[in-house]
């Protein structure tokens, strides 16, 4: 949305220093929405603050989540790496909050129901059931009123069959026109819920089974039961799943290549220090406190001061949705509050909540208050940026400009807390963001082990997407990122093998002909264009396209040098280390070249080469026109391999694929079998053998040998590509053949018939001549002339066909 200049004040912009050298960056920035020059606070010009919102940890991250902090490390990697920032990144973990003390407390009592029933038989004690389906009641009367009073766990899946929505995967039904509403899921996710309950509850089974399938309905009623009674001073039931789920997410972190924080900031670990921000903030006359021990922060007297509130998000300034929202689903209830839009900086914990001293009594912190408090704390007044989704603008970030500001200002003089907040785009699936709560989301673990992703290809992804704008994952896009990763890999493996494996004409220094020099004007362009690119707000979709364009122009180019292809697969190597897609990539090591994942695995080495060297000679004597199969055998029998003895448990795969080819050969050559059986042989080892192992031999014109290489995603889709078309072109000759024999025999059918007879079975004609043919049709009327000559022709080629049919009769 545009800026409105009557509800967002001048953004107060970083003086510019004509002392320093700053590189021409400009940065979108929500607080403007729109490009800024970047200028750090720091004197020259060098060093940047940077604090990152980070998880709230009582779940596995999941695509959404690595959307966001995969995006914030590419820019990161960046600034670092490219701009020669010395960044300093603070991130947080909310390890206390409504959702982590929630589903603390409900993890720690449903954990200790199974304790109390765990010396019970295997089977599903009756106390057991009672507590299970007062849960599944208790569950559909809170998630599915609109269901009749009688639904019990045996009618349960007709009742619903009656009001779920059609599922999400079904096309047919669900239009690509028709929006799936957050309702929607909603209904689908507590159907699924209470079915999988319902389903337990009619056959109860074991008791790991049976939590298995109820465990979803028992935490809310066990909550309900006995959250209240919970020791609000017993901080580790609740910060226990805290620690196990930040442990998780910077597991995922590093999975995903993504950079630690220099600084890692808890709030359990900062409570002193947020109640002195409080203190501060209401002292300054902006916060207020109310009888029940809760402080709130009071917009009016903000705005009153001179401040603006809702800078990112001003459309939503009265949105109480969000607002409620923000507030967090344990502040649901009667409020003390003085306005509806004023938010809590410190919450009076109810029962069965965590509880800390404070001036206003035991409590807690409010969401916001804990980044500006932890922020404010360890890097000072004011911070150059400021990230985080897209989802957090608005009311998170707003209230925390709101706090810190109202903290840091003094009469007359109004501090910016913040010089450029940046906010990632998010993944999306079918217009909806990911949510654990509509549960529409796939965990960064679920997707890695499944292997229908990598970090890499999943790092691609974003980068091919400018990353302040949402991502819908779409079969398209998934193609985009295999190819752009085939094709790098493939520039990457023949870079390699050049440097490795240098041409014979090489000499320390080739002389460059026209499509060198041609390439190195390409090269200096793309470095130039990258440059712009990076400089226009961290453009990594253009430099894709630019990297992308560059390796094309170098494959189609002919005679190059290979120096000049060394060079340029450098560069390139140098661009994709800075955006994070080589986790073993290394700045410092000028002579990598490619990413990590190009070499096939090292047990393989000794045996797959001497395999592939085999293989080269067999192809080419096969190909000479006469092929000498003493020298074969020969070649075969004198194989060596550089490993030790007995073979590696790791290598023995390799090793039977090598004796075994190895063992052909020398019986074909004993055999004298012709040229085209070799080729078959060296055909089955690649196709077959080394493709089953994850292995792939390019062939190459000659003389070169053929390229070892790991079989990668794009060899996958190309090959069952080749293999559709192949069973397409099966299937069209059998059908052509099927309505072939069908033609043929139908034709046999009809040379039996007597062309005295063939027209006088029909019901079209009343009259005919001595010969059958017609002279009347069924109307009464006498066949036209024209018709006539037609069924005259017809009339010669039947006879013809009837006569040779009856000479074959009688020969038989």
């Not at 007879?757 to 004609?765: H, N, P």
């Not at 109307?779 to 009856?806: A, H």
């Amino acid at each position: 949305m545009a800026s409105d200049s009557r509800t967002q004040p001048p953004w107060i912009a970083p003086q510019s220093r004509p002392d320093v050298q700053l590189p021409r960056l400009k940065i979108y920035n929500s607080l403007t929405r729109s490009k800024d020059d970047f200028v750090p606070l720091d004197p020259i010009g060098k060093t940047v603050t940077w604090y990152g919102c980070g998880p709230t940890v009582y779940e596995d991250a999941h695509l959404g989540h690595a959307k966001n902090y995969v995006s914030t490390d590419i820019i990161r990697r960046i600034m670092k790496d490219y701009f020669g920032f010395r960044v300093k990144f603070v991130m947080n973990t909310t390890d206390i909050d409504d959702k982590v003390i929630l589903h603390g407390r409900q993890q720690y009592l449903l954990a200790r129901f199974k304790q109390e029933h765990a010396a019970e038989d295997e089977s599903v004690s009756n106390s057991v059931l009672a507590v299970a389906k007062a849960a599944f009641q208790h569950y559909i009367s809170k998630n599915l009123p609109s269901l009749p009073s009688d639904t019990n766990p045996e009618n349960f899946s007709e009742v619903a069959d009656k009001i779920e929505a059609p599922p999400l995967a079904d096309a047919a039904i669900v239009k690509e026109d028709q929006a799936v509403t957050v309702a929607d899921l909603l209904l689908r996710a507590h159907i699924g819920t209470a079915r999988s309950a319902a389903e337990a509850l009619q056959t109860p089974g074991q008791l790991p089974g049976f939590f298995a399938k109820t465990g979803d309905i028992l935490l809310p009623y066990l909550d309900a039961l006995h959250g209240a009674e919970m020791d609000s001073n017993n901080h580790k039931v609740y910060l226990a799943l805290g620690q196990k789920f930040e442990h998780r997410f910077f597991e995922d972190m590093n999975s995903l290549n993504v950079l630690a924080p220099d600084q890692l900031t808890r709030v359990t670990d900062y409570v002193p220090q947020i109640v002195r921000f409080v203190e501060k903030i209401v002292a300054n006359g902006f916060g207020y406190a109310t009888t029940d021990g809760s402080v709130y922060f009071d917009i009016d007297s903000f705005e009153k001061a001179g401040h603006n509130y809702s800078r990112l998000e001003p459309w939503n300034k009265n949105d109480r949705a969000l607002q409620a929202d923000g507030e967090g689903s344990l502040s649901k209830g009667r409020s003390m509050k003085r306005g509806d839009n004023h938010f809590a900086l410190w919450k009076a914990s109810k029962p069965g909540e965590p509880a800390w001293p404070s001036p206003w009594g035991y409590g807690r912190p409010g969401w916001h208050i804990e980044c500006s408090a932890m922020a404010s704390e360890v890097i000072g007044k004011t911070i150059d940026i400021h990230s985080g989704g897209v989802d957090l603008r608005f009311p998170h970030h707003d209230n925390e400009l709101a706090q810190s500001e109202a903290y840091w200002s003094t009469p007359g003089h109004q501090v910016q807390w913040t010089n450029y907040f940046i906010h990632m785009g998010q993944l999306r699936i079918r217009g909806l963001k990911m949510s654990k709560s509509l549960k529409n989301y796939t965990t960064i673990r679920t997707v890695l082990s499944e292997k229908e992703w990598t970090a890499r290809s999943l790092r691609i992804c974003f980068l091919l997407m400018p990353w302040q704008d949402g991502i819908e994952v779409t079969d398209e896009l998934m193609k985009a990122v295999v190819s752009w990763e085939g094709k790098f890999n493939d520039f990457f493996l023949k870079s390699l093998n050049l440097w490795e494996h240098p041409s014979p004409k090489t000499t320390a220094m080739q002389q460059l002909n026209v499509a060198d020099q041609q390439l190195l004007t390409a090269l200096d362009k793309a470095k130039a264009d990258v440059d712009t690119a990076l400089c226009d707000s961290f453009n990594t979709s253009a430099v894709m396209g630019i990297l992308s364009d560059l390796v094309t122009q170098s494959n189609s180019a002919e005679a190059l040098s290979d120096q000049t292809v060394i060079l340029l697969a450098r560069w390139v190597t140098r661009i994709i280390t800075i955006f994070g897609l080589d986790s073993e990539g290394d700045l410092n090591d000028l002579d990598r070249i490619g990413w990590s994942g190009l070499n096939i695995p090292m047990p393989a080495k000794p045996y797959i080469y001497p395999t592939s060297q085999l293989r080269d000679k067999v192809r080419t004597m096969a190909c000479s026109g006469s092929v000498d199969h003493t020298a074969i055998a020969k070649l075969a029998d004198g194989i060596t391999i550089a490993a030790p003895i007995p073979v590696a448990e790791a290598s023995r795969p390799y090793d039977q694929v090598l004796q075994q080819f190895r063992t052909n050969v020398m019986v074909l050559a004993t055999q004298q079998a012709p040229a085209k059986d070799l080729l078959a042989l060296t055909d089955q080892l690649r196709d077959v053998h080394l493709w089953n192992l994850g292995i792939y031999l390019e062939d190459r014109n000659s003389p070169k040998p053929a390229l070892v290489r790991p079989v990668d995603k794009l060899l996958v889709e190309a090959r069952a590509e080749q293999e559709s078309a192949g069973t397409a072109k099966a299937k069209a000759k059998v059908e052509q053949e099927a309505r072939k024999a069908g033609m043929d025999k139908e034709l046999r059918e009809r040379s039996t018939v007597d062309p005295l007879l063939m027209f006088r079975t029909s019901d079209e004609y009343v009259e005919w001549d001595d010969s059958g043919i017609p002279t009347m049709d069924a109307t009464g009327n006498l066949v036209s002339k024209n018709r006539r000559k037609k069924l005259v022709k017809e009339w010669e080629r039947q006879k013809v066909r009837y006569e040779e049919w009856l000479a074959t009769q009688q020969a038989a």
